[in-house]
């Protein structure tokens, strides 16, 4: 039986960054997906970087890790999120990467004594690493349609070998085989009250200057773009009008399959590819809208980390977040707390009033590790579902050491060395990246573990099942030397099969109706049309703890009965026991994402329009 052959379609962006190429592609590959094709992803990052694992996340964002341990750009996320499948370390290439595999089979005399230049030796190894994603699946599978981001802007120097690779793809696969996407802006100036189409017809002319002619055009705008500027565009590029399409801001990143499907993308790749017509199954996709537009309750999360300013650094984080909510038709506002303003009671108290529930991510270094402390205290004793994540199940074993315990000074070895009670410590196989004897790139425990989960625990409730698998990514853990004085504080424990490392603590429901930390990072696998069970069972339990926060209550102070619709605004009235009697804000402000004060906002499915940004990741 003769096999089809995989065709490639390649998205560029042009004249500015940050305009949603990885959303669009995602979008893309969701759409075909839907039309029964088999898809997979790719991103070419043009930095010299190896991978994103030791860039600064106010720079990059977060560092997305694969089932097989690859640190990959943020933009594999959203491609692993719309298609619902996981995808390998070889979906992201850099050109770190290429460069260190060119320079290493120079060193093996692999070249013959050829001199080495960018063309051909580094556009082949970029090119090898494109067609190598056509490659039979461990099913003997190949995909249909490989969809490959080019990252960086036409124009720039960076990523000039990749886009030349890609030219070179075509040549090689044949041109009915290959299709070439090109994502640009189209800029309102309101002095004029106009939208301009000369920055598109430039940054198509730069694509000509390269051999690539583009099949069809992503035109990003903050408003509608009419029809006619379309056919301008269509005429002045030479792309037809059919594969011209609008793709203007929109209400949340899940409706932008939608759009594209609206002007036509969809079926327009289809059909200058020659793939097998079927229409569009919205069954999964449909009822993921119904549920981001119409939701029946709503949950407050406060989420406390070190890096809120971008928060493209707990892009994952938030994702299943709302996927949670998602699981509830509920929807999750996130309000973004700088753990520095938790260091105090009294600062933790004002940044957490009136939320529903504590999210303590990942993180590395000492800075704003006694504010995550603190937020963890505070919800520990007001009794409000809590969830910490890598650094955050680290933090509430030192929590717990120091409150409950009586381990006074209980830290770990990362942040104080000389701490009497190191009751997080290096791993044993993380001890010489720690002393500096070995690089610190890649070398953390990375990827897909399994672990064994305490039966009848709140873990275990949450997923259904007592052995789990988890993407991890640290060099410490608890130290076991402290795992039987933290079983006596309460804590319990689930663990890696052989029972020698820490994999999940929490605190039995007797003690708090959810308080939960892994030393995995679950957001790794979370779906919007599969939320992950634990974030489902984290919202179920932040809208648990804010429905009864909306009963009426007896007011502390006063003699009798008051009844009190707690839930009269967006806090509710007097936490009792917690000595809160104020309903509402605490005056923390209500910032943009992003902000650095204690700011809120409520965003229905990571909405920023269609591009919350193309940056990627750091340490998370």
């Not at 190949?142 to 030349?164: C, K, N, W, Y």
Request: proline share 6%.
């Amino acid at each position: 039986m003769q096999t089809r052959a995989t065709r490639h379609l390649f998205v560029t962006g042009g004249v500015a960054s940050s305009l949603g190429k990885g959303l669009t592609a995602s979008s893309l590959g969701q759409l075909l997906t839907a039309r029964g094709l088999r898809v997979t992803m790719q991103k070419l990052d043009p930095y010299l970087n190896v991978d994103p694992g030791t860039m600064n996340p106010f720079q990059h964002g977060e560092v997305f890790v694969t089932e097989d341990g690859a640190e990959t750009d943020l933009d594999i996320g959203h491609y692993e999120r719309f298609l619902d499948r996981n995808l390998q370390g070889r979906a992201n290439v850099t050109t770190g990467q290429v460069y260190s595999e060119v320079i290493a089979k120079e060193r093996r005399g692999e070249y013959l004594g050829d001199t080495v230049q960018v063309i051909p030796h580094i556009t082949g190894e970029i090119k090898d690493r494109v067609l190598a994603m056509a490659a039979p699946d461990a099913e003997g599978i190949a995909p249909d349609v490989v969809i490959t981001e080019v990252g960086g802007t036409i124009g720039d120097i960076e990523s000039l070998p990749f886009v030349e690779a890609a030219r070179q793809v075509r040549h090689e696969v044949g041109r009915d085989n290959c299709f070439f996407l090109h994502v640009s802006l189209v800029p309102y100036l309101a002095p004029s009250g106009e939208l301009k189409t000369k920055p598109t017809q430039h940054s198509v002319a730069a694509l000509r200057n390269i051999g690539i002619q583009p099949d069809a055009l992503v035109l990003r705008a903050d408003r509608e773009i009419p029809d006619a500027m379309k056919r301008k565009i269509s005429l002045m590029c030479d792309v037809e009008l059919d594969g011209v399409a609008a793709a203007p801001d929109a209400p949340s990143i899940y409706d932008i399959p939608k759009v594209l499907h609206g002007e036509g993308l969809d079926a327009y790749v289809v059909r200058r590819l020659g793939l097998p017509f079927r229409d569009v199954d919205w069954t999964v996709w449909g009822d993921l809208l119904d549920r981001v537009h119409h939701p029946q309750e709503t949950a407050t999360i406060a989420l406390v980390g070190k890096y809120v300013d971008l928060p493209d650094a707990y892009l994952s984080v938030t994702e299943a977040l709302r996927a949670g909510g998602f699981a509830h038709h509920a929807k999750v506002t996130i309000r973004w707390v700088p753990s520095d303003a938790c260091e105090t009671p009294a600062g933790a108290a004002e940044a957490l009033d009136g939320v529903d529930a504590v999210l303590v991510p990942g993180g590395f270094g000492i800075r704003g590790i006694e504010g995550k402390l603190g937020a963890i205290t505070h919800a520990r004793t007001r009794r409000i579902p809590t969830l910490g994540l890598c650094l955050g199940l680290q933090c509430m074993v030192i929590e717990t050491a120091r409150s409950i315990a009586g381990l006074d000074g209980a830290s770990s070895s990362e942040f104080d060395p000389e701490t009497p009670h190191a009751v997080i410590s290096t791993m044993a196989t993380q001890r010489d990246v720690v002393a500096g004897e070995r690089d610190m790139g890649g070398t953390m425990r990375l990827g897909a573990y399994p672990a064994l989960l305490e039966p009848g625990s709140v873990v275990a409730k949450a997923y259904g099942t007592r052995e789990v698998s988890e993407r991890h990514r640290h060099r410490f853990e608890v130290n076991n030397d402290y795992r039987q004085r933290l079983t006596d504080a309460g804590l319990v424990f689930g663990t890696s099969p052989d029972g020698s490392l820490v994999e999940f603590v929490e605190l039995p429901e007797t003690e708090h109706p959810f308080f939960v930390g892994t030393q995995a990072h679950p957001e790794l696998k979370s779906r919007p049309t599969r939320p992950h069970p634990l974030f489902a069972a984290f919202i179920r339990a932040a809208l648990r703890y804010r429905a009864e926060e909306r009963l009426p209550v007896e007011l502390p102070g006063r003699h009798g009965s008051v009844a009190e619709e707690a839930g009269a605004g967006e806090a509710g009235a007097a936490q009792t026991g917690a000595g809160q009697t104020g309903a509402g804000q605490s005056g923390a402000g209500q910032s943009g994402a992003g902000q650095a004060g204690t700011g809120e906002v409520g965003v229905e499915a990571g909405s920023n329009g269609v591009a919350p940004a193309e940056r990627t990741a750091g340490p998370s």
